[in-house]
């Protein structure tokens, strides 16, 4: 099977988006300190996000995150997967993160695929998954970004057919997900994983 990053397939990245109060672009590692913040502030929701536990470990430091943003720096420059930071207005506070992936990318690959409506899976351009600090919880703001991110990704990125991904453990993402509307289409299910995938669109 040939495998097709995002630039292979012509899908390049949007330059990012002001919101209400917020803004999203590419993260850079420049970044580091602000997302370093925001992951340990939400860790023990990550743990369950990740699906790769434990992440971030107890022994987490900035100088770990900075491989982690460069390394996720190099494959937006290379095409391969796109990742954006969501900042405050200001930009002194990293509010979460977005995640582009293509739909055989890596992380699909040794997943038992159902398809709950017959879609096919070849037919998805790209897959998003996301998190906000859990701080903003509170004031909607998961759900105010969500639904900003999906008109994006429709008006601005011209994807046709995208899923946005969470897992069956997140009861909070999964009721910002189907406030949206959004239904179930795919469920993603891996031996490394502890939680079965949903994908949404």
């Not at 919880?137 to 899923?163: C, I, Q, Y």
Request: charged residues 25%; aromatic residues 12%; glycine residues 4%.
């Amino acid at each position: 099977m040939l495998f097709m990053s995002f630039r292979d397939q012509g899908i390049e990245p949007a330059a990012g988006f002001g919101g209400d109060g917020f803004i999203v672009r590419p993260l850079v590692p420049a970044d580091v300190e602000l997302d370093y913040e925001a992951v340990m502030s939400s860790r023990e929701f990550l743990y369950h996000w990740e699906q790769d536990p434990p992440y971030p470990p107890e022994n987490f430091s900035v100088a770990d995150n900075l491989q982690d943003l460069e390394k996720m720096h190099e494959a937006h420059q290379d095409g391969s997967r796109y990742t954006y930071t969501v900042m405050n207005a200001d930009e002194t506070q990293t509010l979460g993160c977005l995640y582009f992936l293509p739909n055989d990318d890596r992380l699909y690959r040794t997943a038992e695929v159902t398809s709950h409506d017959g879609t096919d899976l070849a037919s998805i351009d790209a897959t998003l998954s996301f998190w906000v600090r859990v701080s903003t919880w509170e004031d909607g703001f998961e759900r105010r970004l969500l639904e900003s991110v999906v008109a994006w990704m429709r008006n601005v990125w011209r994807l046709k057919s995208p899923v946005v991904i969470t897992n069956e453990h997140l009861d909070h993402q999964i009721a910002t997900i189907e406030s949206l509307c959004l239904q179930r289409r795919f469920d993603y299910d891996r031996a490394k994983d502890m939680y079965t995938s949903y994908a949404y669109a």
